[in-house]
């Protein structure tokens, strides 16, 4: 039996392109017939020489030009021409991008190799559209669809929440389903949190350092955010206890797993101390556990300590995907009516099909899979990335999608990111994530799930290595150059 491999010579380009050409040839030359199951990722990249991921941005290319399509748990398959669609278009290219493209002059594509975002805190792109393609096809032959087409309660299907109260259990979540509120993505859920804990003049606890979506939320509500002290694994129960005497705060927000920025996780002594100071001082916690899936070993959610003083909040966009909008809150009892409401009136409710999709992905076990392959992924990229800054000061977990990397003394912030823009590395500065400290932290958050290939992380990770090898007075030289 012949083993297929396609001819690589005389192209040039991307390799994943390169090699998304060739196979396309080999289709439209019927080489390859419809219903051919191509090699798997892992095979076709060790006859190539090329990376497992640029193999699966090869086949995700394939997809998006409706030749070749994924079954979970079964393979990538040549379409048959008669039941080819068209494809999305890539939301990511401007108008004129797209004109050229149409028009054969460039073949822009999201993922550009001209440049590197480390900016956008996002898993990397896997299995995801494939187990869509499958759960769109089951869905246009199945039966009862019209529930998805009407209003639905607020927190959700009752097989929806079902199903995603099942998949959080998952992570030792103590949960009742009657407790459960789906939302439009954690981000949702953090809005309806707001909504409904915080009016103008209160005060939310955070960290020092922390996810600028929820300062931004407090703000527009007209609430004072005040910063608490942190260390290691996150806030420090000392810190916090003294915040909530000296201000009367009755709301915090808190990152326990994978913090953001820092990659802070707290074991589960401390997250016994913060539960015996929320339930002492009457406390709600919002527990921001959206990195929850990606560690291999963790404790289990604060949550589960003081289920009457947290509403746990998790979603989809980081272990799973992002794309599609599926949020979840666990909320104290006293609590589920006024959520409830935030949610009606900030969404009413959670697009049905959003929840069927993902509650389809979780009872057939893909959910979890991809969860597993986007953190397998994620320990690969961490390995690199710890062995491309050995020597560096820096924190990390071998799972998480960001690390936090101090700067070495005399370094400003400012500059190495105006340098490495200039090379085509797009970075966040530290400012997003202080509250109300004047002066940023000295570091940089180096989000590693966004480049589209562990190629381009390396890439883009040696130049930031390099830049921050160069004494400051020639960064800044090479900066004045480069503008120029």
């Known amino acids: 039996m012949t083993i297929y491999s396609p001819t690589l010579n005389g192209r040039s380009g991307p390799k994943y392109r390169i090699i998304a050409d060739a196979i396309c040839d080999d289709i439209s030359a019927n080489v390859l017939e419809s219903g051919t199951k191509l090699p798997t990722h892992r095979d076709l990249a060790y006859r190539l ?84 393609a499958q759960v769109l096809g089951e869905l246009s032959q199945a039966s009862g669809l019209d529930v998805l087409t009407q209003y639905n309660p607020a927190p959700g299907l009752p097989h929806h929440r079902i199903a995603m109260a099942s998949l959080f259990e998952q992570l030792d979540l103590n949960i009742d389903v009657e407790d459960v509120v789906l939302t439009s993505g954690a981000q949702h859920a953090m809005s309806a949190c707001a909504l409904g804990l915080l009016k103008a003049g209160d005060v939310i606890l955070c960290e020092e350092l922390t996810y600028p979506g929820m300062t931004s939320l407090a703000a527009h509500l007209g609430a004072r955010v005040r910063p608490v002290t942190m260390d290691e694994q996150g806030i420090r129960p000392d810190a916090l206890e003294a915040a909530i005497v000296e201000t009367g705060a009755r709301v915090a927000y808190l990152m326990p797993v994978h913090q953001n920025p820092t990659t802070a996780m707290m074991d589960i002594n401390r997250l016994k101390a913060i539960a015996e100071i929320a339930k002492r001082h009457n406390l709600i916690i919002i527990e921001d556990d959206v990195y929850g899936f990606q560690p291999e070993d963790r404790p289990p959610p604060l949550a589960n300590f ?68 986007h953190r397998t992924e994620m320990t690969a990229r961490n390995t690199l990335a710890a062995e491309i800054f050995q020597g560096f000061d820096f924190m990390s977990q071998p799972q998480s999608l960001h690390m936090w990397l101090q700067l070495p003394t005399d370094y400003q912030a400012d500059d190495v990111i105006r340098t490495l823009s200039q090379r085509g590395i797009i970075m966040a500065g530290p400012e997003s994530f202080i509250t109300t400290q004047p002066t940023p932290p000295r570091a940089l958050r180096l989000c590693l799930g966004s480049a589209p290939s562990r190629d381009q992380l390396r890439t883009a990770l040696e130049q930031v290595r390099n830049v921050l090898s160069t004494t400051p007075v020639q960064t800044q030289a090479l900066t004045q150059t480069m503008v120029m």
């Open 306 to 373: 003081a289920p009457d003083h947290v509403i746990y909040i998790n979603g989809f966009a980081k272990s799973i995907s992002p794309g599609l909008r599926v949020g979840f809150m666990r909320t104290p009892k006293s609590l589920f009516v006024t959520l409830t409401r935030a949610v009606q009136i900030t969404g009413w409710m959670i697009p049905p099909l959003m929840g069927e999709i993902a509650a389809r992905w979780i009872n057939s076990g893909v959910a979890q899979d991809i969860i597993q392959w």
């Open 49 to 132: 020489g090329v990376t497992v991921g640029t193999i699966t941005r090869a086949y995700s290319e394939l997809q998006r030009r409706g030749v070749a399509g994924g079954r979970v748990g079964s393979g990538t398959f040549v379409i048959d021409p008669n039941e080819r669609r068209a494809v999305f278009p890539n939301p990511y290219e401007t108008h004129k991008q797209l004109v050229r493209r149409n028009n054969n002059s460039i073949d822009h594509d999201y993922g550009d190799d001209s440049t590197i975002d480390l900016s956008m805190n996002r898993p990397s792109r896997g299995p995801e559209a494939e187990a869509l």
